[in-house]
């Protein structure tokens, strides 16, 4: 079975610049995770998904971080204007739909991105 | 407060001994909790979860975590540690108050494994 799918790995940017990142759940999940990992901290949830709508956006900030999930299936993440504190991993994760908190979430391979 | 503790920031264990990750939680109600392992530049790799039952749970690589209740722990254990174990673990527990079920994620444990 494969996994989460994301790109880019790695990604450098100035500050200002906008970025974008993609990532494609494991067939079937139609819970989709954006989390922001700091480095030596653990991850952040930014947005998470059910199919194509969106069940909590509360730590997104929204002047700057879109997402999006067409058709629920794949994701887009974007930043726009970056900022040098959005410097971290950004990590899409994955799952089958909620059975009252029982399910796992898988992780992609994370985009690292560092922000001049 | 529904929280997570890893109190070790980085435990050493020499190859062949018994390793232990250490993690602590308060929740309301019931936990079901976590772990998870990332390696240098990879993602979160799942390494096994409690729900019910059995406070020993089993999972991925050997490892395996106890569930105490009146401890309010959940120790991550292997008895014999390679130096391939060496990488950034976490706990997590579910917020069971939030609808949605958010993971609440411990700030993570370097385990350093040495020949």
């Known amino acids: 079975e494969a996994g989460v799918a994301q790109s880019p790995r790695y990604k450098i940017i100035e500050k200002r610049q906008s970025v974008a990142f993609w990532c494609n759940p494991i067939s079937g999940h139609a819970t989709l995770y954006w989390y922001q990992q700091i480095l030596g901290q653990g991850p952040k949830l930014l947005i998470q998904f059910q199919n194509n709508g969106v069940v909590d956006d509360s730590q997104l900030p929204k002047d700057r971080f879109s997402a999006e999930r067409l058709k629920g299936v794949d994701s887009t993440l974007k930043i726009q204007p970056a900022k040098l504190e959005d410097s971290a991993v950004y990590l899409c994760a994955s799952s089958l739909p909620g059975t009252g908190g029982r399910e796992t979430q898988y992780f992609g391979p994370g985009t690292r991105l560092l922000v001049l | 407060a529904q929280s997570v503790a890893q109190p070790e920031d980085q435990v050493n264990v020499a190859e062949g001994n018994p390793l232990t990750v250490k993690c602590t939680y308060s929740?309301?109600?019931?936990?079901?909790l976590f772990w998870y392992v990332q390696y240098p530049n990879r993602g979160l790799q799942f390494l096994l979860k409690?729900?019910?039952?059995d406070n020993l749970v089993k999972g991925s690589y050997g490892f395996e975590a106890e569930f105490n209740k009146s401890q309010t722990s959940f120790h991550l254990k292997k008895p014999s540690a390679l130096v391939s174990d060496s990488a950034l673990y976490f706990c997590a527990v579910r917020d069971m108050r939030d609808s949605n079920y958010q993971l609440i994620w411990g700030a993570g444990t370097k385990l350093i494994i040495k020949p």
């Open positions: 929740v309301s109600g019931n936990p079901y």
């Open positions: 409690y729900i019910t039952g």
